[in-house]
């Protein structure tokens, strides 16, 4: 880890871990990774100038609020399970490098990392985001990092195996499968929605996170690619397919409407 660390947050200290062998992984979220991969470049982003001390200081509260509101409510969610893995942090960044993931990342924005547990945030990234959506860059900011954790949670549920089994039955499927796994992290992000104390209550939040979905999907983050916009290098999936599995898992308010990987159609 370098030196970038700082406002490490856990779960509630009710949620006690132990390691588990796990190779690691790493699975950068929701929005701008979609240029990062064999057409690295293709997306514009604003330029993001230098993150202001206010400004920072906003985006950092937002975080951490949905961040303790996101862990309470799996804590309560997964009871015992959720010491069958180590205790998920996030640590702040000017910048996610691979060195925060055992060299695995490239591309930006938020990731979860499972071999440390740690949901690292590029605080450059997220003031491109806020640039992007706006007044709906609070509930934004809330939804990546609930499909962050999302993936932890997919960690504690066996959902990692269940991916690398699949892929090892069937590797022609693995863009799919990786779509599929990202479509479950936006389910399990609806599934705390669903039953958060704070996200559950208020509309406007909920109208902000569908606001942002509809935003971030691969169609609508890569449109400047024209029409020639090529559906097979998705990496999270289309807004509409966000969309339908964030409402999903915000609707049953429960883990086992997630199955994405298995589902018949996705
Ligand atoms: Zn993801």
Known sequence: MNGAQSNRLTLPASVRGRRVGFSAVMFAAAWLVAGAGSRAGAVEQPVAAAVSPAVEAQMRTAIADAWHDATTTWNDLLGARAYDSDIPQINFVKVVRPSHCYGLYVGSGPVYCSGNNTVFVSLEEMQRLSLRLGPTAGAGLAF??????????????????????????????????????????????GVWAGNSPVFARSETERSNIISTLGAIGDDQMRASEGPMLDPTTFTHGTSEQRLKWYRAGFESRSMSTCSVLEAATY
């Open 144 to 189: 990546l990092v609930a499909h962050e954790l999302g993936h932890h949670v997919q960690k504690i549920l066996g959902r990692f195996r269940v991916l690398q089994a699949l892929v090892r039955e069937n590797p022609r499927l693995q863009r799919e499968l990786s779509v599929r796994f990202e479509l479950e992290a936006d389910c399990l992000a």
